[in-house]
């Protein structure tokens, strides 16, 4: 009988941990995934992150969607809630914030595909929508549409 070897456990999981004081210092994790021969999608909804205008200090809010295809790594799933509510007290642009996730998390996982969609709701009375994937979806993989509207103002 072989015995298999349990994965480290994240360090975050099952401890009170504070929120980050930055993107730059969360420890975003990473956990094996146990079905790396299958192609899916796994999905994350932000419907409410924050962050800082890098020029007026002034709150952005935004509704950001990750959908990737999973590979050898999942991104675990605390860890990530922090990393994302790191940029609450961050200053920087919607561009970058929503690519620099996505970087990140390409980085971390290495994943098959990788898709990004930040829906920012309006400052000065322009939204601004930021989208990104690193490739084509993978042949034979539902890539479900991200499910938010492009902004339509109150009617």
């Not at 924050?50 to 935004?62: K, N, R």
């Not at 950001?64 to 509510?85: M, T």
């Not at 007290?89 to 595909?113: Q, S």
């Amino acid at each position: 009988m072989t015995r298999r070897r349990s994965p480290p456990v994240p360090a975050q999981l099952g401890t009170q941990t504070p929120l980050p004081a930055s993107p730059d210092v969360a420890l975003l994790e990473r956990v094996p995934n146990p079905h790396p021969d299958v192609r899916y999608v796994a999905r994350f909804t932000a419907p409410e992150f924050t962050s800082l205008c890098p020029v007026t200090g002034q709150p952005d809010f935004a509704h950001i969607v990750i959908d990737y295809v999973p590979a050898r790594w999942l991104v675990e799933s605390k860890s990530l809630k922090l990393y994302l509510g790191a940029f609450r007290n961050h200053g920087a642009f919607h561009e970058d914030c929503t690519i620099a996730i996505a970087k990140r998390l390409k980085a971390l996982l290495a994943p098959k595909w990788l898709r990004i969609a930040g829906y920012w709701y309006p400052r000065g009375g322009i939204p601004i929508d930021v989208f990104w994937q690193t490739a084509r979806p993978p042949a034979g993989v539902w890539i479900p549409d991200t499910g938010v509207a492009s902004y339509r103002g109150r009617g």
